[in-house]
């Protein structure tokens, strides 16, 4: 309906401006006096003519490739199925980062559909799903031009939307003061209708790489895959794989390693606890082996800089179809893009003098290794050469220190809030409170001697703990948050932040749910506002 009454506006003032041209030639005709004598057209006069002619015609194939360019609806999916991508964009940024995100969900075999914010109507938000949003900031905190008409007819009223769960991302300039502040101001009247955020709203500041590299990996994460190509490649550096230790033999659960890297020599890497190290993966070295004796390709043979072709498809995407020996080796690797980054949550501080993570191995349907987790848990090699970025996580760095802090997670979010546990403890910061979750308390109690020690020291002034498999009862982490809600309440109007990492899946909502129903929807959104509830979940 917005379209119709967009494209009849658009008709009636094309029509409104051909008037006001024909009442100027009138006028322009009424005052002329003199007889109109016509010069006799010399080649200058004639060339003139075409040239006005032809920036004429130019400017209205401009205004037409713009028009089709920033069509107002792309649909390529129906239903409340599919995943609504909405863009609100002024210089095309917004719009070029929704399309990839579309692209991104369409190739994975998401249904969705991509719809611009001035076709974005009530009906729309009403029957979608699961959504996400890519809009930019325009001045001052303003919306973008596209974006006018949805903040006059939906932004400034009600629109329940409970069954609607969102992932937003915000483009804005650290320089201006309201930095990314339609995206935020989106973000709270979602919350205010009921929506339920996916993960925390991530804002970028003057598109920077990384932190679109975050987005593509969530949005990778609802999709299903997050095997497609990075948007922009990370400029790795080589780390030394220097310890690899399991931690959970026998566990229900599969397996989890807990992995140390060392900076390359030379370099002093820092890092705050809530950082990301983003991995560039490879494939193993009997796979790659397999594949070039398929393709009756040397491992010892170079490329074009000297690199060995057996190093250079270790990096890369592979074709589902090997091809057959004989074909031009130099260009099918060029064809090849490399392969997606995976991310993970560090675990330690630059104190500790390495990058840690903890990792869990994941085994695909034929029983084959996940690429990530395989190359790091299996393939790579102790002492080996891993490629590493670190990525900042401002979303996820600690609180004041002055601020009580509670810590929600299960699996290997522990990682990130063992971080967090060990920047607090070097400064001597009590009032924290941990509660995580997992399946069996002998096999998948992650730095459980740390945490034993934190609590006698009195860093850790309560540990609540919900081991799923150790009793007939399920039990979770969420369940501990409910039975503790008093606690909470007196905490949080303590000035404590709780932060929050793990599942996407299951643990970030349900905890969500259980913090609404014990302070309540204002409460939790203001603390959202406030900084003091923060998430990293995947």
């Not at 401009?62 to 069509?71: C, E, G, I, Y």
């Not at 649909?75 to 964009?89: K, P, Q």
Request: charged letters at 25%; aromatic letters at 8%.
């Amino acid at each position: 309906m917005s379209a119709t009454l967009a494209r009849l506006r658009a008709a009636s003032g094309q029509v409104g401006v051909l008037l006001a041209l024909a009442t100027v030639g009138l006028l322009a005709a009424c005052w002329q006096r003199a007889p109109l004598a016509w010069p006799a057209a010399d080649t200058a006069r004639l060339a003139a003519a075409a040239a006005i002619v032809a920036a004429f015609v130019a400017f209205c194939l401009l205004l037409a490739w713009r028009r089709r360019r920033l069509a107002p609806v792309v649909i390529s999916a129906t239903g409340a199925d599919a995943v609504l991508v909405a863009y609100a964009s002024q210089t095309g940024t917004a719009e070029d980062l929704a399309l990839r995100t579309w692209r991104t969900l369409d190739a994975a075999g998401c249904a969705a559909r991509l719809v611009a914010f001035d076709a974005l109507d009530a009906d729309v938000l009403r029957m979608s799903r699961r959504a996400l949003f890519v809009v930019s900031t325009y001045g001052e905190g303003d919306a973008p031009d596209m974006a006018a008409g949805f903040v006059r007819r939906l932004l400034a009223q009600s629109l329940p939307l409970p069954d609607l769960h969102y992932g937003l991302l915000a483009l804005g300039d650290s320089e201006y003061a309201n930095f990314c502040g339609f995206g935020r101001r989106l973000d709270v009247w979602l919350r205010q209708q009921g929506a339920q955020a996916l993960f925390d709203c991530i804002e970028v500041d003057n598109v920077d790489p990384g932190t679109l590299r975050h987005w593509q990996h969530q949005v990778g994460v609802i999709a299903g895959s997050t095997d497609a190509p990075d948007w922009s490649a990370p400029r790795y550096a080589r780390w030394r794989l220097v310890d690899r230790r399991l931690l959970n033999p026998g566990s229900l659960g599969g397996p989890c390693y807990r992995l140390r890297l060392q900076a390359p020599s030379g370099e002093a890497p820092a890092w705050q606890a809530g950082d990301v190290a983003e991995i560039g993966p490879r494939h193993g070295a009997d796979a790659v082996a397999a594949l070039l004796a398929h393709c009756d390709i040397d491992a010892e043979r170079r490329d074009a800089d000297g690199e060995r072709i057996a190093d250079v498809l270790a990096r890369r995407q592979w074709p589902e179809r090997w091809p057959e020996p004989g074909i031009d080796v130099d260009a099918w690797l060029a064809a090849l893009p490399p392969l997606a980054h995976r991310e993970y949550s560090i675990a330690s501080i630059p104190a500790d003098g390495a990058v840690e993570l903890l990792v869990r191995q994941w085994r695909r349907a034929d029983d084959s290794l996940g690429l990530g987790s395989g190359w790091l848990t299996a393939h790579a090699a102790i002492g080996g050469d891993v490629d590493l970025r670190l990525r900042r996580n401002r979303q996820f760095h600690a609180p004041d220190l002055a601020a009580p802090l509670i810590l929600v997670g299960n699996g290997t979010g522990i990682a990130g809030l063992r971080a967090l546990l060990k920047e607090r403890a070097a400064t001597g910061t009590a009032r924290n409170w941990l509660l995580f979750g997992e399946r069996q308390r002998e096999r998948d109690f992650f730095f459980a001697d740390e945490i034993e020690a934190w609590q006698r020291d009195g860093l850790l002034e309560r540990v609540d703990l919900a081991f799923s498999r150790d009793q007939a009862e399920r039990v979770y982490v969420q369940q501990r948050l409910r039975e503790a809600a008093g606690t909470v309440r007196e905490w949080v109007a303590a000035g404590a932040c709780i932060y929050v990492c793990g599942s996407l899946q299951g643990m970030a909502p349900d905890v969500d749910h259980e913090l609404r129903a014990a302070l309540g929807a204002g409460a939790v959104d203001a603390l959202i506002d406030a900084g003091r509830y923060r998430r990293d979940v995947y």
